[in-house]
């Protein structure tokens, strides 16, 4: 009986730790703005970003080659802010930002920066690689601001990849002193 009730403590305590481990590995970094952008983040803590692409950071990761040690990206996320003529509706707005005029297929329903938003999987095979996955969320608000949030894991989208991808748009905020809409260059 002892060694049952000893079992069961041990079980509880490791499921416990288990839990806080992958809490934590799911909290995300202090807020930064995206320079040039209202855009307000909260990416992965680690996750780096370089002067010349402010916008995406990156969960790298050391490797070997034949060369001697080098740093690869295992994951990465995009975050891009357009600004849109008002009564642009997301579709359009999508297609002409993000995927040079064609029209993406395929979207779900879902949430960014606390507005509606659309969801599409994209995936392409790479020789030597597999099948790469990604993962594009792009909202538009009503004064014309298009935020597109673009995942991307090393393969393949997994479920906890969508969890991060959650986590991270929800944290995305607008800053509120850019000009709006009513500019009269966007009419």
């Known amino acids: 009986m002892l060694l049952l009730v000893l079992t069961a403590v041990v079980l509880a305590g490791s499921l416990g730790l288990a839990w806080t481990q992958s809490q934590r590995l799911r ?9 040039g952008t ?29 060369f001697g040690r080098a740093w690869r990206t295992e994951r990465a996320v995009r975050y891009a802010y357009h600004r849109v003529r008002p009564r642009t509706d997301l579709l359009s ?41 990604r993962a594009l969320r792009a909202a538009l608000s009503p004064n014309g601001e298009l935020i597109v949030v673009d ?15 959650d986590d991270l748009c ?12 009513t500019d009269r260059s966007l009419r």
């Open 38 to 66: 209202p855009l307000i983040v909260r990416p992965p803590p680690h996750w780096i970003s370089t002067n010349v692409e402010p916008n995406v950071f990156r969960l790298l990761r050391e490797g070997r080659t034949l």
């Open 170 to 181: 929800r944290a995305v905020r607008i800053d509120g002193a850019r000009p709006r809409a």
């Open 93 to 133: 707005a999508v297609a002409r930002a993000e995927f040079g005029g064609e029209t993406p297929t395929g979207a779900v329903q879902c949430k960014l920066a606390g507005l509606d938003a659309l969801e599409f999987r994209l995936s392409r095979s790479v020789i030597g690689q597999g099948v790469i996955e």
């Open 151 to 165: 995942y991307r894991p090393m393969d393949r989208l997994s479920a906890s990849d969508i969890v991060l991808l």
């Open 27 to 35: 909290e995300l970094a202090p807020e930064q703005p995206i320079p």
